[in-house]
């Protein structure tokens, strides 16, 4: 507590004594708070509700993933309560990039970071708190439930104009280059998009297994030389589909993604175990079987369920839509 004290106080350390000697009122004595144990999850914690002030930006991070930025205008029931930046990673930003636009109510949970920069004008350095959202969600209209939620909506359209009239901006983005794909990824590209060819043609004649051809077309992806018609091909052949289909629909994979990016907290998207999301969706009642006949055909060799897996990482590091890869653009392997 002494250390708590000084960082609420200053320089100066006011002890509980003088505090009660202090007060101008004969306080009460009253219990000490609770004690609770130690929680890393709630360091930094916070949960706030508002309306996005304007489109989210989104980032594509190359090899690490995507990220959405956002500024999100707090409210009071009463009063404008300003405006704070929202960093959204992984399937979140998927969704915020989707499904987020300016004048959205939204509820974040997260945890509150500091930005820092270099201003290039003064070269002094600028600070900016933020919330790195570990949930987010869009807020449900309460109509017809009385006048409170309409003076709640009200004053979350005063916060936003009031915080937009002294808007700040966001933190300067270092410019980010797309990688280069290597000549042999672009030499399986120019096969599969150029000849037509599927996987295992590309991977017999090179005399490659099947899952580095989907390697390589994933690096010309992230090069920014794969087609959109291509994702959609490559969706349809390793078995992605429909949500509600008999294949894996790219929203099932990526909750399982989800899961494993939680139980493996703070590891980049791409550095996550791959095995670790082939396993979650084998043991899920609802998708195990889509994995089992994505196995049968082969013999039981996992390079489709991996092949989906890393189709719909890339889908969240670059930005791509689900509805590409859910498009029949070519026909599934069994």
């Avoid at 175990?273 to 195990?288: F, I, K």
Wanted: proline fraction near 7%; charged fraction near 20%.
């Amino acid at each position: 507590m002494p250390s708590r004290a000084r960082r609420l106080c200053g320089s100066a350390t006011v002890s509980a004594a003088a505090a009660a000697d202090a007060a101008p009122w004969d306080a009460p004595a009253v219990e000490p708070p609770p004690t609770v144990p130690f929680s890393p999850d709630a360091v930094n914690s916070v949960a706030v509700s508002g309306t996005v002030l304007k489109d989210p930006q989104v980032y594509h991070l190359a090899a690490q993933q995507v990220k959405a930025q956002l500024r999100l205008g707090l409210s009071h029931l009463h009063a404008p309560a300003g405006a704070i930046n929202v960093d959204a990673w992984g399937v979140l930003a998927l969704q915020v990039a989707q499904h987020v636009r300016a004048g959205s109510r939204i509820q974040v949970r997260g945890s509150l970071r500091q930005d820092s920069w270099l201003d290039k004008h003064t070269g002094e350095r600028q600070w900016m708190v933020k919330i790195v959202a570990d949930e987010l969600g869009l807020l449900a209209h309460h109509d017809g439930e009385g006048g409170h939620h309409a003076e709640a909506a009200a004053a979350a359209d005063a916060a936003a104009h009031a915080a937009l009239q002294h808007e700040q901006p966001m933190p300067p983005q270092a410019e980010v280059q797309r990688p280069r794909a290597t000549a042999s990824a672009e030499q399986s590209r120019h096969m599969y998009e150029g000849e037509g060819l599927p996987l295992d043609a590309i991977a017999a004649r090179r005399g490659i297994k099947a899952s580095t051809v989907i390697d390589h077309l994933l690096a010309t992806a992230a090069a920014g030389t794969f087609s959109p018609a291509s994702w959609a091909r490559l969706a349809a052949e390793v078995g992605l589909g429909q949500e509600g289909g008999p294949l894996l629909a790219p929203s099932e994979v990526a909750q399982a993604i989800a899961d494993v990016e939680q139980q493996y907290a703070g590891t980049e998207l791409g550095m996550l175990p791959l095995r670790a999301m082939r396993e979650r969706l084998e043991t899920d009642p609802a998708t195990g079987p889509k994995v089992a006949a994505l196995l049968a055909p082969r013999g039981g060799d996992p390079v489709l369920a991996y092949g989906s897996i890393k189709l719909v990482l890339a889908a969240l590091q670059q930005g791509v839509s689900f509805g590409l890869l859910s498009s029949r653009g070519g026909q599934p392997p069994f």
